[in-house]
């Protein structure tokens, strides 16, 4: 087990989150035709409760104790460092009891507020219950959480990446082997074949607990020097810097769930006052909550990676007060989440009709909600990244303030803007995800403004990356879309779909790496030396 640097740690962390993603994406086309819009509806709000709950339990915690670490690693206070993490396990474990305690004993009546008075679908009982099934995993999930903090602290990305694969691997088994069973070889209740499915967080969490604590165990020493000297810190001291740490973190976590549970409410609510039958309204709500971000995970995979790899690089160069460092770190790492998510969000935009069909099946109103769903995806991203900056460099006004001003607006300007839409003639649903959009541009304008104006951080260097982004990305798509208008095929199947996604792909993802190479933007953001390191592994070492 070695050491990552920054970039190196970035596309560790981004390779196997994307490759956990990608089977987190291809697992809902057998689930979805096994459970049906029903259930995929069922499905969505018990899992969308379920990440709130996670989020107030565990999200803070990892990324703090992995920044408490990475501190304390720095400054050589091993003794502090260790006890941090004792300290995180037996807050995280308080946290994890009451939140489970709550999603256990209230399932029914937060069934009753999802649901509302939506008639004609799923039934409150039947939320309530697969939400009490799904509960057990804020129990477990947390404790992962902590000890992947730990690892990433340290600056090891590669266990922590593969704790993911394994989570996610086991949790998809359970998935599909679970609902198959139920309801096409037992032909049991759809709430069973849910319950179980959701119970798959629980066991892909097991399994990738177990995995982590044997790479502990047995890098003990790399991890823990055999001397350890006394640290002048208490124990309180410590558990109060982990929770200021971990504030932010769970603010920001909770509210970007919020976004997506708050809308799926407000679309039920709106739709339902404008008379839409209640299958339809499920089927919306649970697109545009559940599985249309699923598709997005691709693009999100990007932001993750890069802040397991972000909160102990830039927290190392704030603590050594290097704030030129600090500075190329922030400007590099929007640059990247931007150059590697824009072609992606571009790609799903022109082939979102094909890629809902080998997803969900053809279906017009699925591929609108995709199409306009990548762009609040691309800016997550920024904002997910942006708010991981101000938090290493302990800006928490800053966190607050982003993530409050986005959460209101979106939540402010749902109803409204859906019902404008209708006016208009416009699907109405699609209200929501401009709120979503609007939401997330105040607030990463917030934070670029205030790093800008209070810590001197120039961003041109972003600037010009992204004037340079414009030409391969504007190139790619005027060709994929000429491309497209010439090759005629009927989408309605799923083999044509196929086809016309994989020509796009291999098309587009040419001219935008090849035109980004050629204007020498590959080098800008990632580095004369990795791009040299990778055209000699990809040519044999003749070309350099």
């Given at each position: ?5 920054f ?8 390779l ?31 899992y ?25 690693n ?10 941090a993490?004792?300290n ?12 489970f ?6 399932a029914?009546?937060?069934a009753?507020f ?21 509960s057990?995993?804020v ?26 694969l ?12 679970g ?10 209740e ?13 066991f892909?969490?097991?399994a ?5 604590k044997?790479v ?14 006394k640290?002048n810190?208490?124990?309180r001291e410590?558990t ?16 970007t769930?919020?976004y ?8 039920l ?12 309204v ?5 697109s ?13 995979a ?10 102990p690089?830039?927290?190392?160069s704030?603590t ?8 190329n ?10 150059f ?10 022109i082939?979102?009709?094909g ?6 099946g ?11 769903a ?18 290493s460099l ?9 993530s ?5 607006l979106n ?6 803007i859906?019902?404008?839409f ?7 649903h699609?209200g929501?995800?401009a ?7 105040a607030?990463?304008?917030i ?16 600037f ?24 005629t ?5 799923v083999?044509?779909?196929?086809i ?10 040419i ?19 990795l791009?040299?390191k990778?055209l000699?592994?990809l ?6």
């Amino acid at each position: 087990m070695k050491k990552s640097g920054f970039v190196e740690g970035t596309l560790i962390a981004t390779l196997a989150i994307v490759i956990v993603k990608i089977l987190g994406m291809l697992y809902v086309i057998p689930f979805y035709s096994i459970v049906g819009s029903n259930g995929g509806a069922l499905y969505s709000y018990a899992y969308n409760i379920y990440l709130i709950f996670l989020g107030i339990s565990s999200a803070g915690l990892p990324n703090a104790i992995s920044k408490v670490i990475s501190e304390y690693n720095t400054l050589q206070m091993i003794d502090a460092k260790e006890r941090a993490y004792k300290n995180a396990i037996k807050i995280m474990s308080v946290i994890s009891i009451i939140a489970f305690l709550i999603l256990f004993i209230l399932a029914e009546e937060i069934a009753m507020f999802i649901i509302g008075d939506l008639k004609g679908g799923n039934t409150a009982l039947d939320i309530a219950f697969v939400i009490r099934c799904v509960s057990p995993a804020v129990l477990v999930i947390p404790y992962l959480s902590i000890t992947k903090g730990y690892l990433q602290g340290h600056k090891y990305v590669s266990p922590s990446s593969t704790s993911q694969l394994i989570e996610q691997i086991v949790r998809i088994a359970v998935i599909l082997i679970g609902s198959f069973v139920v309801l096409k070889v037992m032909h049991g209740e759809l709430r069973i074949a849910i319950g179980i499915s959701v119970m798959g967080a629980l066991f892909g969490g097991i399994a990738a607990i177990i995995y982590l604590k044997r790479v502990v165990h047995k890098n003990k020493d790399k991890l823990v020097s055999n001397t350890i000297k006394k640290d002048n810190i208490s124990n309180r001291e410590i558990t109060l810097k982990i929770i200021k740490y971990a504030i932010p973190f769970i603010i920001i976590n909770i509210v970007t769930n919020i976004y997506t549970f708050t809308d799926q409410i407000l679309v039920l609510r709106t739709l339902e006052y404008l008379n839409i039958d209640t299958k339809t309204v499920e089927f919306i709500a649970s697109s545009i909550s559940t599985w249309s971000p699923k598709i997005c995970m691709i693009i999100n995979a990007m932001a993750m990676g890069l802040t397991m790899s972000l909160i102990p690089t830039i927290v190392s160069s704030y603590t050594e007060k290097n704030f030129e460092e600090v500075s190329n770190k922030i400007n590099q790492s929007i640059s990247l989440v931007i150059f590697i998510s824009l072609p992606l969000v571009l790609g799903l935009m022109i082939l979102s009709v094909g890629v809902w069909r080998v997803f969900y099946g053809y279906n017009l109103v699925g591929a609108g909600i995709l199409r306009f769903a990548v762009i609040s995806a691309l800016l997550a991203n920024v904002y997910m990244v942006l708010s991981t900056i101000a938090q290493s460099l302990n800006k928490y006004k800053l966190v607050y303030a982003i993530s409050l001003v986005g959460f209101a607006l979106n939540a402010l300007l749902d109803i409204p803007i859906m019902l404008l839409f209708n006016k208009l003639s416009l699907p109405a649903h699609l209200g929501s995800i401009a709120a979503s959009v609007i939401g997330y541009i105040a607030s990463i304008l917030i934070g670029l403004i205030s790093l800008h104006i209070k810590n001197r951080i120039s961003f041109r260097t972003l600037f010009i990356n992204l004037v340079k982004m414009i030409i391969p990305a504007m190139s790619m798509t005027v060709i994929l879309i000429l491309i497209n208008h010439f090759i005629t095929l009927d989408l309605h199947s799923v083999i044509n779909s196929i086809i016309l996604i994989a020509i796009d792909t291999i098309i587009g993802g040419i001219i935008y790496i090849g035109i980004s190479y050629k204007i020498h933007l590959l080098n800008d953001i990632f580095g004369d030396e990795l791009i040299s390191k990778i055209l000699k592994k990809l040519t044999l070492g003749k070309l350099k």
